[in-house]
């Protein structure tokens, strides 16, 4: 099992395609496996992706680039994975969100990723905690890029009263856990 030296982690596999884990709050990826002294292959497993793109086996694959544990974060948030109130977010944007985990040079979705890199924010727990204690607007200049011109009002409230109740929420948990 994890962390036993019979079982070995090797290089994320580009199938199946990572997923947000709510439970978990985390993007996970599949990975190769092997286990035993001969290295014999199990059916892979599925780790936290920021983890297993950090450790040694996945700087030799080419299958992910080091940040893509914020890519696809960046993605699920977009389509309301991650924050259920952002479910209606994805009706009022120009792109699909599918567009930030291909890898594909564009800006917005570099501005987006880097944004989310810099601040290490790849859960809703960082997300969340990044509003409340130091900044409230964390993405939102982002999000013009994204929205329909036709859609852009609609998208500025839906993503200020999202951010508003999870700052409100956590600043709740915090006094809470004062208070014990």
């Given at each position: 099992s994890k962390g036993s030296r019979l079982?070995?982690?090797?290089?994320?596999l580009k199938s199946p395609l990572p997923s947000y884990d709510a439970t978990k709050d985390a993007v996970l990826c599949s990975v190769m496996t092997?286990?035993?002294?001969?290295?014999w292959e199990i059916p892979p497993v599925q780790v936290e992706m920021y983890n297993s793109l950090q450790s040694k086996a996945s700087k030799k694959s080419g299958a992910f680039l080091?940040?893509?544990?914020?890519?696809?974060?960046?993605?699920?948030?977009m389509e309301g994975r991650v924050l259920v109130e952002l479910?209606?977010?994805?009706?009022l944007l120009n792109d699909d969100p599918t567009i930030i985990s291909r890898n594909a040079p564009v800006s917005k979705v570099?501005?987006?990723v880097?944004?989310?890199?810099?601040?290490?924010?790849d859960s809703?727990?960082?997300?969340?905690k990044h509003w409340a204690e130091v900044d409230e607007k964390f993405l939102f200049r982002h999000l013009k890029n994204w929205?329909?011109?036709?859609?852009a009002s609609e998208a500025r409230q839906l993503w200020r009263a999202t951010v508003k109740q999870h700052v409100k929420i956590w600043k709740e948990d915090k006094m809470q856990i004062k208070q014990m």
């Open positions: 079982l070995s982690l090797e290089e994320p092997k286990f035993g002294t001969r290295g080091r940040d893509d544990s914020f890519r696809w974060f960046a993605r699920f948030l479910k209606g977010l994805k009706p570099a501005l987006l880097s944004a989310l890199s810099s601040a290490g924010v809703a727990k960082a997300l969340c929205t329909k011109p036709e859609h």
